[in-house]
């Protein structure tokens, strides 16, 4: 016995659409470590924070300490950096060149409450190592219970 089968033709166009859309995110959307057309490149960051302070570490390879910018403006942390090439090679004896050149900088938010004053800055083996106190404020404050006797 033969089944039937209805016809939707929307669920067509939604699966027309996805597919459409995978073709352009995998078309022009960067991947991760590729220079976008700008010239910026992704820096790697991690951010945790402790009890006392907020830390943010930066993969910043063949980078010199004095090389490297650090502000903090409000709440709002901006690496910026540059790279420069160690020798100067005609363009038409390249056979390959993937390594970035240049200018490039990474913006991210801090959470509320860091004493950008008192932030301190370290550069070891390519990995930047930036630790802002939090205020007293935001500090997290055990509290004792005590137990009343009758």
Do not use: C
């Amino acid at each position: 016995m033969a089944s039937l089968i209805r016809w939707e033709p929307l669920s067509d166009l939604v699966s027309l659409r996805d597919a459409t859309n995978r073709l352009f995110e995998d078309s022009f959307v960067r991947a991760r470590g590729v220079p976008t057309l700008l010239g910026a490149e992704s820096l790697a960051t991690d951010v945790y924070e402790t009890a006392d302070s907020v830390v943010v570490k930066s993969n910043l390879p063949g980078i010199k300490a004095e090389d490297v910018e650090l502000t903090i403006t409000g709440n709002r942390l901006t690496i910026k950096a540059e790279v420069s090439s160690e020798e100067k090679v005609e363009r038409e004896h390249y056979l390959r060149q993937e390594r970035y050149f240049g200018q490039f900088q990474r913006s991210l938010d801090l959470p509320e409450g860091v004493r950008a004053d008192k932030a301190k800055a370290s550069y070891e083996n390519g990995v930047l190592t930036l630790t802002v106190p939090k205020s007293e404020e935001v500090k997290p404050k055990t509290i004792k219970v005590e137990t009343k006797s009758r």
